[in-house]
C-alpha cells in the first residue's frame, strides 16, 4: 500500500470517445489530484451530481393505490451505487490533472457513463486501492489484459517505457477490442503469438503486443492465455526465439514477471501459468464494490496466510481480504480463486 490522500473530487469532462461496439474512452479533468500509481482505481458517480436524491420525503399512500411520489431510482432507472473503474492513464497538465478510464456499457450506470458529453461534470472518489511492483532491470515485464481488464496494463504500459516489456491483450471479437491498431502494423505472420508494434497504446511507450480474438477475427485465434503460453515456453527454452524487440541472449537474462487483469478464469489461467513455470504473477482483481474503501465488505477474496498460527482465522491456512483496501493488487501465487 502506498501513501495517499484519497478525496471526493468533482471533475469535468474533456474527451468520452467510443472505441468501439461497447467500450469508451473517458477522460476527466481536475484541479488538483492526489498521486497515482498503475493498478490503482476510482468510484465513479454514475448520475448527475444535481439528481434529486434525497432521503427523506412524505408520502401520502392510500392503501390499494400506487403511491403518486417514490425515492428517484424507482421513479425512473438511475444508478444507485458507484462504480469503480482502473484508471488506465493519467496526465498532469498546465490546467491540472487529467484522469483518463476505459470502460464498457453493460447496464444503466455504464450506460450514464457512455452518454457523457464534454462539459459534463463527474463525482469520484479516490485514488483507492494499492498498486503494482515495477520489475526489476533484470525482468521482463510480460502484460496480460482481458476486455475491461485492459486499462491498467495500459497505465502500467506508460510506467514501463524504456523498460523491457511486452503485452498480451485478449478480445472477444475484433469490434470488442478497445485498442488503436496502428494503420502501418505489421500483418501477424505464422508465428501470431509473437509480440510486434501494433497496437498504438503500447507501441508509443516501445512495447510490442500480441493480440487475440476468441473468434480470429484478429491476430492469435484463441485465448489470450494461450498465446502467452506459447510465448513463455519459446523464450523459457534453452534457445529462446528472437523477438522483434529481444536478441536471444536478451530473452536468456531476462527473467518474466506477469501483470494481468480481465475476466476471473482468464485470471486465474495465467496464475496458473505462472506458477506452473515458477514465475512472479501479481494480479488486479475484479469485484463488484458499493463504496471501494472497505465500508461495505462487499468485495471478500480469499487468500492464503504466510502464517496459520496468526490472526485472523488463527489455526486457518487462509483468511478473507478486501479487494478494495488490501488490494486490488495481489500475488497470483496468494489467491484462492
Known amino acids: 500500500m502506498i501513501a495517499q490522500q484519497r478525496g471526493r473530487f468533482e471533475s469535468q469532462v474533456v474527451a468520452n470517445v467510443p472505441l468501439c461496439r461497447e467500450h469508451y474512452r473517458l477522460v476527466l479533468e481536475l484541479p488538483v489530484f492526489p498521486c497515482t500509481e498503475p493498478g490503482q482505481f476510482v468510484q465513479l458517480g454514475c448520475r448527475a451530481a444535481d439528481a434529486d436524491d434525497a432521503s427523506e420525503r412524505e408520502l401520502e399512500w392510500i392503501e390499494g393505490h400506487q403511491p403518486t411520489e417514490a425515492a428517484p431510482e424507482l421513479r425512473v432507472q438511475l444508478a444507485f451505487l458507484r462504480r469503480p473503474l482502473s484508471l488506465a492513464g493519467r496526465r498532469d497538465t498546465p490546467r491540472g490533472v487529467e484522469l483518463e478510464f476505459i470502460q464498457r456499457v453493460v447496464g444503466v450506470g455504464t450506460e450514464w457513463l457512455g452518454q457523457l458529453e464534454v462539459g459534463d461534470r463527474v463525482d469520484l472518489i479516490g485514488p483507492l486501492g494499492n498498486r503494482f511492483a515495477l520489475p526489476g532491470s533484470n525482468e521482463l515485464a510480460v502484460l496480460v489484459g482481458g476486455g475491461v481488464g485492459i486499462p491498467p496494463m495500459l497505465y502500467l504500459a506508460d510506467k514501463l517505457a524504456g523498460r523491457q516489456a511486452v503485452a498480451f491483450c485478449g478480445a472477444v471479437t475484433r469490434d470488442l477490442l478497445p485498442l488503436t491498431i496502428l494503420a502501418d502494423a505489421p500483418v501477424p505472420g505464422p508465428d501470431p ?145
Open 193 to 337: 503469438d509473437e509480440p510486434i508494434m501494433s497496437i498504438a497504446e503500447f507501441s508509443r511507450n516501445g512495447i510490442p503486443s500480441v493480440i487475440s480474438t476468441d473468434d480470429g477475427s484478429y491476430a492469435f485465434r484463441g485465448y489470450v492465455t494461450q498465446a502467452l503460453e506459447k510465448y513463455l515456453d519459446a523464450l523459457l527454452s534453452p534457445r529462446p526465439r528472437v523477438s522483434t524487440r529481444l536478441s536471444s541472449s536478451q530473452a536468456a537474462s531476462l527473467r518474466p514477471i506477469i501483470y494481468t487483469c480481465g475476466p476471473e478464469l482468464m485470471m486465474k489461467r495465467v496464475a496458473a501459468i505462472a506458477s506452473d513455470r515458477g514465475l512472479e504473477c501479481q494480479v488486479a482483481v475484479e469485484r463488484a464494490m458499493a463504496c471501494g474503501m472497505g465500508t461495505c465488505q462487499s468485495c471478500c477474496i480469499r487468500v492464503r496466510k504466510p502464517d496459520p498460527a496468526k490472526p485472523p482465522l488463527p489455526g486457518s491456512d487462509w483468511c478473507w481480504r478486501l479487494a478494495c483496501t488490501d488490494g486490488p493488487i495481489f500475488r497470483g501465487a496468494d489467491l484462492l480463486w
